[in-house]
């Protein structure tokens, strides 16, 4: 039986039992997250995986040069005039200043005792930045928490300075970033049986399981990631062989469930999948079951006995 992942709308032949992902849903957190220091609003508009980590991508807005009566950023890092950077990035929790991931993108400008958060809007509008201000910052999977914000950096350009950092934006609690099975390939092997075998319904029953990695938090509800199967089935539980060349006649694939019950096709069949472990924003869920070649007629003739099964991920 031979398990891989492939891509979507990617077709691709194995031997044996073939299943395929073809759906997965990324669900983030995209509500609007106000700053209490000041007028300026930020939002979180999506997130989406990459290679090593998660993109996600943030706008700043309702910032205008009128806002006068709230001090300037470049203030709250730097008690004198100084020249100060502005850049946006992610903390893992708002006051892990050494877990910080910057977007490409910053600004210096002077600073004055004086300035505003209007003032300085001002000045960095001479820098190039405008509002609504649009950009994206990569975060590795090691730094994603349930407590990574977006915020914006303050840095007094001297020497022995920290930076300071305006009110930090969450980017979504409680919600899945991302999950992919755990091998791009796996193969179980459902052997050779011979037709008086099948025939006596004694065909080996093999067990095989598929892991779904998922980087985030699901929560701790039942039910957070789901799976459901399509395939070329007869009636419940009996997938269609392949129709090959030299394949076997008289025989189907036998599928169940761990609670022995026929596996089901199709979105309404959806179940729940068991987590079996989980260690900080990293999360295992396995589905767990059991495949056997049974006959469909007593008219057996040897051959190639290949299936190929789909299945489809969700989580949230």
């Known amino acids: 039986m031979n398990m891989r992942k492939t891509g979507d709308r990617k077709n691709r032949t194995g ?103 209007g003032s300085l809007l001002t000045k960095l509008s001479k820098r190039g930045f405008w509002v609504p201000y649009s950009s994206s910052v990569l975060v590795p999977n090691e730094k994603i928490t349930n407590s990574l914000c977006i915020g914006v950096k303050a840095t007094t350009i001297i020497v022995a300075a920290s930076p300071s950092w305006a009110p930090c934006t969450p980017v979504g609690q409680h919600q899945l970033v991302s999950c992919e099975p755990a091998l791009q390939q796996k193969t179980v092997s459902m052997g050779n049986v011979s037709p008086d075998t099948l025939r006596q319904g004694n065909a080996p029953i093999k067990t095989f399981t598929i892991d779904v990695n998922c980087v985030g938090h699901t929560g701790s509800g039942a039910g957070s990631v789901r799976m459901y199967f399509l395939g070329d089935f007869t009636s419940p539980g009996f997938l269609s062989l392949d129709q090959l060349p030299g394949t076997a006649k008289g025989v189907a694939l036998r599928l169940k469930n761990q609670d022995n019950s026929d596996l089901r096709f199709g979105r309404n069949y959806i179940q729940p999948i068991p987590k079996q472990h989980g260690e900080g924003n990293f999360e295992v869920y396995t589905y767990t079951g059991n495949a056997q070649y049974q006959k469909t007629t007593n008219d057996i003739s040897s051959g190639v006995a290949n299936a190929s099964l789909t299945y489809a991920i969700e989580y949230n």
């Open 15 to 117: 031997s044996d039992l073939l299943l395929r992902i073809i759906a997965g849903t990324i669900l983030v957190c995209a509500g609007l997250f106000f700053w209490s220091a000041n007028a300026v609003e930020i939002t979180v508009d999506r997130a989406e995986p990459e290679p090593g980590g998660v993109r996600y991508y943030f706008t700043v807005k309702n910032w205008t040069e009128f806002d006068h009566d709230v001090r300037s950023w470049c203030d709250i890092a730097a008690w004198k005039e100084a020249p100060c950077a502005i850049e946006f990035g992610a903390l893992r929790t708002p006051l892990d200043i050494e877990g910080i991931v910057l977007s490409a993108s910053g600004w210096a400008i002077q600073h004055r005792s004086s300035d505003t958060m």
